[in-house]
């Protein structure tokens, strides 16, 4: 397969802007930030205004917003906030995506790509910059400690970086896979990465609301301390802004590694006691002794694992003695899984530590997907399907076969007849031609080289002369010269 030819074309284009392409990467930039500010703003203002504060500390409140919807870790007096709700988060990373994926046209070169990349970390950068000098500044007003710088940037930069990749991936994936230059076996581990971590969320969410419905008798003792309607409503909302990070605890239940709430722990094999806060979402944690049922949960990932091994059987061309689509993909959901694991914990100030041990995590999650998933591969290479193929939606776009129609060179497409019409065709023309006789001549001289020095005969080889010397002349055509080629 020839490689993408990188042209003097492409340079140019990075270095120049059309005007409209200008206007579309402005949007890219300023669109998402601009509405992840603006809702950062309203929320801040709604909720010193319904705590009957003074507007005083409304500048650090909004810094601390934007920062903290970009799971940059914050220190509120003495209280350290490093769990904060992926709603928020996800919320801004699927605008940003979204903005990346309208911005890309179907002929992107990689310079387009670079601008559209850029623009996406430029606007949110250059917030993020704006609102660590705020928060620098309201230290000496409200209890706000500014947060790392590096940290601060990091964060932002990474989640908008994932949101430029996804985003150009959902719109463009077979121009992403061609730039990656990925093998078939890995754009496969991809595609069944994805599906493994959208199960393994599923089957974590159904557990949650299972164990919500089961405990809902002690939602009301956690709206007991709301005091009034606007207590109420915000407790609703911050139940449903942490969610996800409860679903992603539950994935650590689910595949047997257990979570930790601070002095609290909860697993299938037990459950360790401990203070909880009063947020009617936690009513779904068991705080009693673990069921003797509970380790029938682990069926779960083995499933997940062997239905992946499945799918990638039909999918990919992996064979039982190289299942390199199967273990990537296994690696690459226990990656994800990881990182969402990461992101959803943090320090809950007094209560200390709350999220997943990721080391165990890692390592048991992992073994669900690439152990059964083995197993499924396995046995639908002996049962089921013998080979795969690549994904449907993938296809190289410098594969020389895509620009050929076996159609046209289809046998079955040419008849007799059609060969017979054309002899006629040809015979009819040459009939009517009255112009002077074409006469070619061909003179040739058989010339026998010696053999190459180390070079020996081989008894009843072809020892047949190469015409090495020819000489070919055009006579009597009108008009024209003589042409001698050697």
């Not at 003097?8 to 120049?16: P, W």
């Not at 393994?200 to 309607?229: D, K, P």
């Not at 061309?317 to 689509?325: G, L, V």
Request: hydrophobic residues 50%; negative net charge.
């Amino acid at each position: 397969m020839p490689e993408p030819q990188h042209t003097d074309a492409d340079e140019a284009g990075f270095l120049s802007l059309t005007p409209e392409r200008a206007r579309v990467l402005v949007l890219v930039a300023g669109r998402p930030t601009t509405y992840a500010l603006t809702a950062v703003i309203v929320l801040a203002l709604a909720t010193l205004l319904s705590a009957g504060s003074d507007l005083t500390g409304t500048s650090g409140a909004i810094a601390a917003g934007w920062l903290g919807v970009h799971q940059v870790p914050l220190v509120i007096g003495k209280t350290s906030l490093g769990l904060l709700p992926l709603v928020p988060t996800a919320l801004v990373v699927w605008l940003a995506g979204r903005e990346c994926a309208r911005a890309v046209e179907p002929d992107c070169t990689r310079a387009d790509l670079g601008w559209i990349v850029g623009a996406a970390l430029a606007g949110p950068l250059l917030i993020t910059a704006i609102c660590l000098a705020v928060a620098e500044d309201a230290s000496g007003v409200v209890a706000l400690e500014p947060p790392n710088t590096l940290a601060a940037f990091a964060w932002v930069g990474g989640l908008y970086l994932v949101a430029a990749a996804g985003g150009i991936s959902s719109r463009n994936r077979r121009q992403v896979f061609t730039l990656l230059r990925l093998p078939e076996w890995a754009i496969s581990g991809m595609y069944g990465a994805g599906r493994a971590v959208l199960r393994m969320l599923g089957c974590a969410t159904a557990i949650v609301v299972i164990a919500f419905l089961v405990h809902v008798t002690r939602v009301g003792e956690t709206y007991q301390s709301a005091g009034n309607a606007a207590g109420v409503i915000g407790l609703t909302v911050l139940s449903l802004a942490y969610l996800p990070n409860l679903v992603v605890l539950a994935v650590g239940v689910l595949v047997g590694s257990g979570a930790q709430l601070g002095a609290a722990s909860f697993g299938v094999f037990s459950v360790v006691g401990g203070p909880i806060p009063a947020v009617p979402l936690l009513a779904a944690v068991p705080t009693g002794p673990a069921a003797g049922w509970w380790p029938v949960l682990l069926l779960l990932p083995a499933a997940i694992g062997v239905l992946g091994g499945l799918d990638l059987a039909r999918t990919s061309t992996d064979r039982i003695t190289a299942p390199w689509a199967t273990l990537s993909s296994a690696g690459l959901a226990t990656v994800a899984l990881l990182l969402l694991g990461a992101i959803a914990g943090g320090d809950l100030g007094t209560f200390g530590h709350v999220g997943l041990e990721l080391p165990i995590f890692a390592v048991v999650t992992f073994a669900w997907l690439a152990i059964p998933g083995y197993a499924g591969l396995v046995f639908a290479r002996w049962f089921l399907v013998p080979v795969g193929t690549a994904p449907a939606d993938y296809a190289d776009p410098y594969d020389e076969d895509d620009y050929y129609d076996d159609d046209y060179y289809d046998d079955e497409h040419y008849t007799d007849d059609d060969y017979a019409e054309d002899r006629d065709y040809y015979e009819d023309d040459y009939a009517d031609y009255d112009g002077p006789d074409l006469e070619v001549a061909v003179d040739g001289e058989l010339v026998e080289e010696q053999t190459a020095i180390g070079t020996v005969r081989t008894p009843g080889a072809d020892t047949t002369p190469d015409i090495v010397d020819a000489e070919v002349v055009e006579a009597d055509l009108p008009e024209s010269d003589r042409v001698e080629g050697r």
